[in-house]
């Protein structure tokens, strides 16, 4: 049986199970790994995944809330870079648009970062729909009314409407299966 990450706590007062720990490692290390990857160097990236999942064993069960395990499991790990870059005195930058990152300690911040990995799956998700779906949705985005969507396709109003829940329905399961890492 598989831990759910999002809201199992296993029992064990020292921390996680060995089965419990697997499980959670199973679901999670690709997405952390390939995090890590645009955040430290390439022989660095097991280096740092063994910290964060040492530290994540170590404070399993004081620590996480049972609400979010990879938000959580990231946090873990953007502590673990800026340490990682703290020592090696390589503060070069770990944003992706070139701006120095914020303190992690910082809510804002992290609340930044994840907001971020967000937008960046929609935009995944977006750039799986067809025309004329993906079209209305960015209308319907910019403000546009159903009637000015319709208008600009060359589609009847209820078209409009049929297209945008069509892709509103396949943009939650996009959305979902890359947050499960499915996709």
Known sequence: MAVSSASTRPGSSS????????ALYRDHERQL????????????????????????????????????????????????VVNFHRKRQDMTSLDEDGTPMQDV???EAIEILI???????????????????RAIV???????????????LGVTKQEAYSHFFAAKN???ACVRSKQQGSV
């Open 115 to 133: 907001d971020r990995e967000r937008r960046h799956r929609l935009m995944d998700c977006m750039a799986r729909l067809g025309h004329p779906r």
């Open 33 to 80: 790994r390939l995090w890590l990857r645009n955040k430290v160097r390439d022989s660095a990236v097991d280096d740092v995944s063994q910290e964060v999942w040492l530290r994540i064993s170590r404070a399993y069960r004081e620590q996480f809330d049972g609400r979010n395990f990879r938000a959580w499991m990231f946090h873990i790990a953007k502590n673990c």
């Open 170 to 172: 396949l943009l939650r």
């Open 15 to 22: 921390g996680l199970s060995p089965h419990d720990f697997d």
């Open 105 to 107: 300690r910082d809510e």
């Open 138 to 152: 960015e209308s319907r985005l910019a403000g546009s009314d159903y009637e000015e969507c319709a208008a600009a």
